[in-house]
């Protein structure tokens, strides 16, 4: 799972009051977000990238003002972010409702019928063949391309909420995101072996899973995402089921992998930037091409005068 391309321009940061109360609230709602996460982790002995092509982020929507209102606010101030405070990750279910995400699940798999799909390719090269690191295949849709208008609305709900943590994400500013990158697994027994989605600082700072696979079992149908949060005794054992939502940090804090899938597995992956780390890998790229261009014309810092 990796997605790297220039951020959209800033949306800005909300005021930094309320972030006291909000830890306060957290807290008298702790025992409730730990119930809420149990149904999603697994305890269990720890045990001892998305590498992407061809995407580009947009700006998320909306306006951060509305923070707090309606149930997109209270899910964002009441559970998304303490659990992402306190765990690193949540999992919110029937995030879309029936109705929205089996349209969802239509328009991607009218991309899979139409052969949209291509393998799933790695930024840094590894030793042996691709498809032993990851087997699955993606599309990558901006949400208003004819047949996935639905996967667009998606998008805005994902943007809507991740807009009204604003502020709140671990002093992340978020300020654009990724295209979405839609994956199916054909349930060929590959899947995806352990990785960090942004393991060298290229901005991504959220990462953000739909699911959508209906009567999914994984005892039968494999297709486990597994999170080994850093500094947690635990592995969280996410099952892909249908209209699922999960949210994670996309650094070094949750390594994770997809155990083989031996039936078709779709998920739609976004994935949020925070600007100064986005920009800070911006300049590094523009350094880079400078130096490759400058060194490819005998012109660079290093060629003899």
Same mark, same amino acid.
Not at 62 to 66: H, S, T, V
């Given at each position: 799972m990796d997605a790297s391309r220039?951020? +959209?321009?800033?949306?800005?940061?909300?005021?930094?009051?309320?972030?006291?109360?909000?830890?306060?609230?957290?807290?008298?709602?702790?025992?409730? @977000?730990? $119930?809420?996460l149990w149904l999603a982790v697994t305890r269990e002995p720890k045990r001892p990238s998305p590498e992407a092509e061809g995407s580009v982020e947009r700006r998320p929507r !909306?306006?951060?003002?509305?923070l707090q209102r309606g149930p997109v606010g209270r899910l964002a101030r009441d559970y998304v972010v303490p659990c992402l405070a306190r765990y690193g990750l949540c999992v919110k279910d029937a995030f879309l409702g029936?109705? #929205?995400?089996?349209?969802? #699940? +239509?328009? @991607?798999?009218g991309l899979h019928r139409g052969g949209k799909f291509q393998d799933g390719q790695l930024v840094l090269r590894r030793a042996?063949?691709?498809?032993?690191?990851?087997?699955d295949q993606v599309a990558w849709v901006e949400g208003r391309e004819p047949g996935c208008r639905a996967i667009g609305v998606l998008m805005a709900r994902l943007d809507e909420l991740i807009l009204q943590c604003a502020g709140k994400l671990g002093g992340y500013e978020i300020? $654009?995101?990724?295209?979405?990158?839609v994956a199916c697994y054909p349930g060929n027994g590959l899947g995806y072996v352990r990785h960090v989605d942004n393991p060298h600082g290229d901005g991504r700072c959220v990462t953000c899973i739909y699911y959508l696979n209906r009567k999914?079992?994984?005892?039968?149908? !494999?297709? #486990?995402?597994?999170?080994?949060?850093?500094?947690h005794p635990v592995v969280a054992n996410i099952d892909p089921i249908f209209d699922r939502l999960l949210i994670f940090w996309s650094d070094q804090r949750n390594p994770h992998q997809v155990k083989p899938a031996y039936a078709t597995r779709?998920?739609?992956?976004?994935?949020?930037f925070d600007a100064k780390e986005r920009a800070r890998a911006k300049e590094a790229h523009q350094r880079a091409s400078a130096q490759k261009e400058g060194a490819s014309s005998g012109t660079g810092t290093d060629s003899p005068t």
């Open positions: 220039p951020a +959209a321009p800033a949306v800005g940061l909300l005021a930094g009051q309320g972030r006291q109360a909000a830890a306060s609230r957290a807290e008298r709602k702790g025992v409730a @977000v730990r $119930g809420l !909306g306006e951060p003002g509305a029936e109705a #929205l995400g089996g349209h969802i #699940l +239509a328009q @991607v798999e042996g063949p691709a498809r032993r690191i990851r087997g300020n $654009g995101r990724t295209k979405a990158m999914w079992e994984s005892k039968v149908h !494999g297709g #486990l995402l597994q999170i080994f949060p850093e500094g779709y998920a739609i992956t976004v994935w949020y």
